[in-house]
Nanobody, 127 residues
Framework: QVQLVESGGGLVQAGGSLRLSCAAS????????MGWFRQAPGKEREFVAA????????YYADSVKGRFTISRDNAKNTVYLQMNSLKPEDTAVYYC????????????????????WGQGTQVTVSS
């Protein structure tokens, strides 16, 4: 199994930036698809971004495309989410998840694909 711990959340003004980190332990993430999801109060958890095992292919929700960047450092067993031009509607708890690399990209957008999750980190964007 792989254990995931997110960090880097906080309070930021609209237009600001944050970088979230997701540190993995237990197994190397090089054989996993890594995804970021978020959940706002009263809403379902939604897909934000994902990266294939080698980081060569990345996928984004339309709402964050051009503002967020997912990256991974397999040597450090860590995945990052750089968030720029933040908006109040980005306020949510952000979670990282890990899924087997055998999944095709069609499945990356669904949280049910990911069996491993971190505890989440709160991001609050003030207007």
């Amino acid at each position: 199994q792989v254990q995931l711990v997110e960090s880097g959340g906080g309070l930021v003004q609209a237009g600001g930036s944050l970088r979230l980190s997701c540190a993995a332990s237990g197994r190397t993430i090089s054989s996993y698809v890594m995804g970021w999801f978020r959940q706002a109060p009263g809403k379902e958890r939604e897909f934000v971004a994902a990266a294939k095992w080698n980081g060569g292919s990345t996928y984004y929700a339309d709402s964050v495309k051009g503002r967020f960047t997912i990256s991974r450092d397999n040597a450090k067993n860590t995945v990052y989410l750089q968030m720029n031009s933040l908006k109040p509607e980005d306020t949510a708890v952000y979670y990282c998840g890990a899924a087997g690399s055998y999944y095709t990209s069609t499945y990356y957008y669904s949280d049910s694909t990911y069996p491993y999750w971190g505890q989440g980190t709160q991001v609050t964007v003030s207007s």
